[in-house]
Nanobody
């Protein structure tokens, strides 16, 4: 059974940092590109970051480039998303995705003072 479990969401002040984690099981994690999406209130789901199976290539949405960092630990079957210099527009539910096929349940991030 495939499982993707996100954690680390919460309230962060503008300019602050947060680290999200996604623990994977039930499939060959090391063979999949991993993605982070987010969905802001009233908006569609947006791809914010991707990392290839061996971690050699990362890509980011223009809106987060230079502020977010995606990484993975294939030994722990875990992918991370570090949010730095958080802005109010980063508020939303963040979802972990495996291979554009499997989804986690999401974790809420709220950027507010």
């Amino acid at each position: 059974q495939v499982q993707l479990v996100e954690s680390g969401g919460g309230l962060v002040q503008p300019g602050g940092s947060l680290r999200l984690s996604c623990a994977a099981s039930g499939f060959t994690f090391s063979s999949h590109t991993m993605n982070w999406y987010r969905q802001a209130p009233g908006k569609g789901r947006e791809l914010v970051a991707s990392i290839t199976s061996a971690g050699g290539i990362t890509t980011y949405a223009d809106s987060v480039k230079g502020r977010f960092t995606v990484s993975r630990d294939n030994a722990k079957n875990t992918v991370y998303l570090e949010l730095n210099n958080a802005k109010s527009v980063d508020t939303g539910v963040y979802y972990c995705n495996a291979g554009f096929r499997y989804w986690g349940q999401g974790t809420q991030v709220t950027v507010s003072s």
